[in-house]
């Protein structure tokens, strides 16, 4: 269609404006058509979130070699590049525009947020940060972003020295491959935990059938903690490496043994890897009323993931008030929020029949593999004979499994989650925003390796039995790129967490005084009283 061989940043950006879902990968601009966009196996998001970027980097981290040859089958053309390089965009879903289908069963351009921007240059609130809040004027007049919006922000970054890095993490990527670190280890890695699922599922069986219902609790616990490491490894492809070979298997553990959604995990875990740690994005730091790790939470943000807005309201300002003493208490029952999300997810998923794999039978088994759990699970908690011993049954199981969820917290709530643009790089992101949780290799298996995020993020396919191996490939690369890997001890880390939720409530109830005085203050001025000379509070205007 007369479409020139290499496009200007201008022209890229005209196609955009228009509603292509273009990306750049090695210096070609990718087309994604939007069948693909909406039948994406890592969900659209994990695309719209890299309009008018490079993804290079995550696009090879994120998929197999037989995938990647396929994505130059998406090119256009060549992109102009100033030193090299490209110049990022900032993609339309970042501030806050989406495609939607409109009266006339078209796709239009629709505002559900509007863009904060920053008045400073901090951690908290780089001078590249855009945050979102919901839109909710009227947005008839508003018909699509514009190249302004395209534009990012000033930034602090080196554009030049983000793509050095960005090479020099392809050139460790080569290394970790030639290093066999993509090999699974299936015998000395996977066989002794098979051998350990067996023993927990065992024993609490045993203890079932001999009445001790509490100690049964307990091992089935710990045996749905140490297989979620496992379900994990088969959602990132890093088993068999065959998608649909480690589907079967995750859903056979995730909803059948654990009653949870693999789909839902997946789909939610995609977008945490690609935007870790930015609070209008990554689901896995958006967890308003009960937690907020950042200041930025209290301006009732707006989630491009669960597209709603994230209310800093009473029932948000009285919990995160005392979040830090609220953290393991809340920590114990998360997987009841698990299975929340999950069944929400699998209801959404009903209505969408745009799915490139598994569409005809991964919802199927996955909805099968829930109700089944429940029926084994629900006559477990029968069989009690109590519905006080089913009731604790219930507490205790779910309880043994919330050292999981406290490990995983520890590898990001006390990292920054200031936004530092389209400009960065990958691994600079990454390593920014993620910690590892250090620990004694005999007792690695209590974390399922997976206390070594940083490797992990940096590769998330890699079979989590090679990640310590790879860490050490790692250090020395940050070494030579001047970034820092990030690491503490579990107690350390427990420190810094309850550190920061601690540092957010003092916010919370900071705040809350100063509300008091101001309606006191205006009460007092109603009434012809004083003023005062109190001191008031503003809010980040964008």
């Known amino acids: 269609m007369g479409a020139p061989t290499l496009w200007t940043r201008r022209q890229v950006a005209d196609r955009i404006l228009k509603g292509d879902t273009l990306i750049i990968y090695h210096g070609h601009l990718l087309s994604i058509p939007q069948k693909w966009l909406e039948a994406h196996p890592g969900g659209t998001l994990a695309l719209l979130h890299f309009v008018g970027r490079d993804a290079t980097d995550e696009i090879e981290a994120n998929h197999q070699d037989d995938t990647v040859k396929l994505i130059p089958n998406y090119s256009i053309g060549r992109v102009e590049l100033t ?13 806050g525009w989406v495609r939607r289908l409109g009266p006339e069963g078209k796709m239009e351009w629709h505002k559900e947020a509007i863009e904060l921007l920053s008045n400073e240059d901090s951690e908290l609130y780089p001078s590249s940060s855009i945050l979102l809040v919901e839109n909710t004027g009227d947005t008839s007049q508003q018909s699509g972003p514009t190249l302004a919006c395209l534009q990012p ?34 015998i000395t890695g996977y066989g002794p935990e098979i051998l350990r699922y067996t023993l927990l599922a065992a024993l609490s069986v045993y203890f079932y059938t001999h009445s001790w219902f509490i100690t049964s609790a307990v091992f089935l616990g710990l045996c749905w903690h140490q297989l979620v490491f496992t379900a994990h ?52 730091i958006e967890h308003i009323p009960f937690f907020a790790i950042s200041p930025a939470f209290l301006q009732s943000l707006w989630s491009s993931y669960y597209k709603r807005t994230m209310p800093f309201d009473r029932f948000a300002k009285l919990f995160l008030s005392i979040q830090h003493r609220l953290f393991y208490i809340i920590m114990a029952f998360a997987r009841f929020n698990l299975y929340r999300n999950s069944y929400v997810y699998l209801y959404q998923k009903y209505f969408d029949t745009k799915r490139a794999r598994g569409g005809y039978w991964a919802w199927r088994s996955e909805v099968a593999g829930i109700v089944f759990f429940w029926i084994w699970y629900g006559r477990v908690l029968y069989g009690c004979g109590s519905w006080q011993t089913a009731l604790a049954y219930l507490v205790v199981s779910h309880v043994m499994t919330s ?60 079979p989590r039995h090679n990640l310590r191996r790879a860490s050490l490939l790692i ?57 005062g000379n109190g001191n008031g509070v503003h809010q980040k205007q964008s």
């Open 233 to 284: 490894d088969l959602g990132h492809m890093g088993v068999t490496h065959n998608w649909t070979v480690d589907r079967i298997i995750s859903v056979l553990i995730a909803n059948w043994i654990g009653g949870l959604s693999i789909g839902w995990w997946v789909h939610n875990h995609n977008v945490h890897h690609l935007v870790t740690n930015h609070p209008s994005h990554d689901p896995d």
């Open 403 to 462: 050292p999981l969820h406290v490990q995983i917290v520890l590898s990001h709530f006390s990292m920054p989650t200031g936004d530092l643009g389209p400009s960065e790089s990958f691994p600079h992101r990454q390593m920014r925003t993620t910690t590892d949780v250090v620990c004694a290799p005999a007792i690695e298996f209590i974390h399922g390796g997976l206390h070594l995020q940083v490797a992990h993020h940096l590769f998330p396919r890699l």
């Open 475 to 531: 250090k020395a690369f940050a070494k030579e790129q001047g970034l820092t890997y990030a690491e503490f001890g579990f107690v350390e880390g427990n420190r810094e967490v309850i550190g920061t939720l601690r540092a957010v409530a003092d916010q919370v109830r900071i705040m809350s005084k100063v509300v008091e005085v101001e309606v006191k203050e205006a009460v007092e001025k109603r009434n012809g009283g004083s003023l």
């Open 153 to 186: 922000p000033p930034s602090s970054l080196s554009l030049k020295e983000q793509a050095t890095q960005s090479k020099a993490y392809r050139e460790l990527h080569k290394r970790v491959t030639e290093a066999g670190l993509y090999r699974t280890r299936y």
């Open 83 to 95: 030193d090299g390089f490209w110049e990022p965009f900032v993609p339309p879903i970042s501030a």
